[in-house]
């Protein structure tokens, strides 16, 4: 017997860059999360290429909050869906940038989880600031290339980590916080569905490589999304009530050159006096994962 794949409720015709990783992150949510679901999308890549008026590529309610609020209106959903007997059903999901979960908004999420509002939370972590001009979040990793951490002589590029917003939101008290990657579509989707499912207020965080601000060619999004997981750069776990409950498994991790030698915004760490020490402490970075997460 066939299967037949899931309606994913979101159309083409948007105007994204070809191989556009916020296209796939907001495919795979709503696969996982079925037709019953409002979206909040604030400011962002998706929103601008998914609904220039008076069209719209979205299937599902949706609803466009500020940079900064997409938790607050996703609350004010659930509690208005409430007070009118409608709730049971409904799934609200956020759907947002890094920069508008870790950075500008990230004072209404904390808000929300920790009130303990029903809604799932999606964050579409691309590294940077993309619709503004790539400039550095506090998800850009170590030494990337961003317009406002741009490498030179007395710099490697961004001279900080991500933010673990995973582990915050798990010490927030969240039942379900997950991690996953747009280059494994089937763990993505079975996340969501689970997260969508689960009471409370959920979160997925989804690694998205993207082709203009990272610098690779269009046709590589995927490739490039599992060559993070695939060099233990970018575990893939799920955590309930604050504990790890899943691992995905890497039998044999390649090394971190390999990812980091084909985008753009680590091409100064081949090029530069240092850059092999500095590829050194990316490797690990991904050593320290997998003995943390367990990967092997």
Not at 7 to 16: E, V
Not at 183 to 189: Q, S
Not at 241 to 270: A, D, S
Request: hydrophobic share 35%; net charge positive; glycine share 10%.
């Amino acid at each position: 017997m066939s299967r037949t794949a899931p309606k994913t409720y979101i159309t083409s015709g948007h105007s994204a860059c070809p191989g556009c990783c916020d296209a796939f992150a907001a495919k795979f949510t709503l696969m996982g999360a079925g037709p019953d679901s409002i979206v909040v999308n604030p400011t962002g890549c998706l929103e601008v290429t998914s609904t220039p008026f008076p069209l719209s590529s979205w299937q599902v309610p949706w609803i466009h909050s500020l940079f900064e609020n997409g938790a607050a209106v996703a609350s004010g959903i659930e509690a208005g869906l409430k007070a009118l007997g409608k709730k049971k059903d409904t799934k609200i999901i956020v759907i947002a940038g890094d920069g508008a979960t870790m950075d500008i908004g990230f004072g209404a999420i904390s808000g929300a989880f920790e009130r303990g509002h029903d809604f799932t939370y999606v964050c579409m972590d691309n590294e940077a600031y993309m619709n503004t001009g790539v400039q550095r979040s506090s998800g850009t990793p170590y030494d990337a290339s961003t317009t406002t951490t741009p490498p030179g002589k007395f710099s490697f590029g961004n001279p900080r980590p991500k933010k673990n917003m995973p582990a915050i939101m798990a010490a927030h008290g969240s039942p379900y916080v997950a991690t996953t990657s747009i280059g494994f579509p089937r763990d993505m989707i079975r996340k969501v569905k689970k997260a969508t499912e689960v009471m409370g207020p959920t979160y997925i965080h989804a690694h998205a490589p993207c082709t203009t601000g990272w610098g690779f060619d269009t046709s590589k999004t995927l490739e490039i999304a599992k060559l993070a997981v695939e060099t233990c750069l970018w575990p893939m776990y799920e955590m309930e009530n604050g504990e790890i409950t899943q691992v995905r498994k890497i039998k044999n991790p390649r090394p971190v050159e390999e990812y980091l030698r084909v985008q753009k915004r680590f091409k100064h760490l081949f090029t530069m006096v240092g850059g092999e020490d500095e590829i050194k402490k990316i490797q690990a970075m991904a050593d320290w994962n997998i003995k943390h997460f367990g990967l092997q």
